[in-house]
Every structure is written in structure tokens, then in C-alpha cells.
């Protein structure tokens, strides 16, 4: 079993930033690859970014690529997502998973999840 606990939503202007922690608790988060999904209002859970379990290879969609950067610190069981150049379109919650598979983009892969940290840029 893992405990996740995402933190560092908030509000953010439009071109803002903001970090993500995730923490993981239980059985140790580097036996998973790590991941984002978001989901806003009236949409479909979608995934947003992975790490691999060491931490050398990430995977991120298209719409954050060049924007968020995911990344991991296993001695503290934590993982990160830093969220930069905003837009009133990556307003959602914003969920941590924990996956015993590999690179896996669909929400029902997951095998743990956070209950999300509300993330809201305002333009």
C-alpha cells in the first residue's frame, strides 16, 4: 500500500508558476513509477506527466511539454511537479499517482492515487 498526499495548489495569474509536492508514505514510491493526471471541470481525468523509478526518464503530454517539469527525490519519498508558464486551461485538480507498471498514460492503470491538490490560473 502507498499514502499519497499532493500539495502546493493554489491560485496563479495567467504566466505564473507553481510547485507540486507529492508525498508517499507506506511502501517505498521508488518500487513505482511516479505520475501526474488532472482533471478539470467537466473533462475526463488526463494524464499530464510520469518518472521513471530512478528517476532518469520522464514522459509528459503534449499540451505541458516545454511548460512542467516532473522530477523525484526518492531519499524523501517525494515527487515533484514544477509548473511554469501557466494558462487558464491547466486549471484542475491535479492528482499523484503511483503505477507498478511502466509509462502507463491511462487513468485506470493507476494503482494509487492522491485525493488532488486544486490548481486555478486566472487569466
Known amino acids: 500500500q502507498v499514502q499519497l498526499v499532493e500539495s502546493g495548489g493554489g491560485l496563479v495569474q495567467a504566466g505564473g508558476s507553481l510547485r507540486l509536492s507529492c508525498d508517499a508514505s507506506?511502501?517505498?514510491?521508488?518500487?513505482?513509477?511516479m505520475g501526474w493526471f488532472r482533471q478539470a471541470p467537466g473533462k475526463e481525468r488526463e494524464f499530464v506527466a510520469c518518472?521513471?523509478?530512478?528517476?532518469?526518464?520522464?514522459s509528459s503530454s503534449e499540451s505541458v511539454k516545454g511548460r512542467f517539469t516532473i522530477s523525484r527525490d526518492n531519499a524523501k519519498n517525494t515527487v515533484y511537479l514544477e509548473m511554469n508558464s501557466l494558462k487558464p486551461e491547466d486549471t484542475a485538480v491535479y492528482y499523484c499517482?503511483?503505477?507498478?507498471?511502466?509509462?502507463?498514460?491511462?487513468?485506470?492503470?493507476?494503482?494509487?492515487w492522491g485525493k488532488g491538490t486544486l490548481v486555478t490560473v486566472s487569466s
Open positions: 499517482t503511483a503505477d507498478r507498471g511502466f509509462f502507463r498514460t491511462r487513468y485506470y492503470e493507476m494503482d494509487y
Open positions: 507506506g511502501r517505498t514510491s521508488s518500487l513505482y513509477v
Open positions: 518518472i521513471s523509478r530512478s528517476g532518469s526518464s520522464t
